[in-house]
């Protein structure tokens, strides 16, 4: 028994050129940029709406130290929750649109699709970097170089951390996908 998407037939076929939109590097790109997307348009509101929050508290002059760590910890609380709710969603979004990603290279007889799946993902990771690097840059002239270092090093771990956490999701959902294939695939 051979593994999934792997089976050989008796006679050589050849293989149809493939268009440079349909390689195997354009279709990881592409389905990294979708969840990216979705995640950065989520993440600049909510950070947005973070840092928005802190700079009206420490405004106020009325408020005592106990009260604005009070709020901090409550946008804390506000920022993970919705934090995990972009993970989820997002990651939903990117199972769905890697197993796209792994139908149209398998209609294009490509069976080497494990890498393809875990490139989507890990391009998640690597575009959030980016996306990462560009806030601090915005933002770059507020704060010491030992400041701007940890943000760095901060935004490259938590890149990192979920670039695997992505690849992972899109590897499992891919070949969840082409067992499911496999299984119900008609033998002659």
């Known amino acids: 028994q051979q593994p999934a998407a792997a089976m050989t037939a008796s006679f050589p076929r050849p293989v149809p050129f493939v268009v440079w939109y349909r390689t195997r590097w354009a279709l990881a790109q592409l389905g990294a940029v979708m969840p990216f997307a979705c995640m ?21 002059e009325a408020l005592d130290d106990e009260l604005l760590s009070d709020a901090v910890q409550s946008e804390m609380f506000e920022l993970v929750t919705v934090s995990m709710m972009v993970f989820l969603l997002s990651a939903a ?20 699709w494990h890498w393809t799946a875990a490139a989507c993902g890990s391009g998640v990771g ?63």
Do not use: C
């Open 40 to 60: 950065a348009i989520e993440w600049r509101y909510s950070v947005g709406s973070f840092g928005g929050a802190l700079n009206q508290l420490r405004l106020g």
């Open 93 to 112: 979004m990117l199972a769905i649109v890697t197993v796209g990603v792994v139908y149209v290279q398998l209609s294009g007889e490509d069976y080497r």
């Open 126 to 188: 690597v575009l959030l970097l980016a996306f990462g690097l560009l806030l601090v840059a915005e933002h770059a002239q507020e704060d010491t170089p030992l400041q701007l270092l940890h943000t760095v090093l901060v935004i490259a771990l938590s890149a990192s951390t979920l670039a695997l956490a992505y690849a992972a999701v899109a590897f499992l959902s891919a070949r969840t996908f082409v067992l499911f294939i496999d299984s119900s695939e008609k033998r002659d």
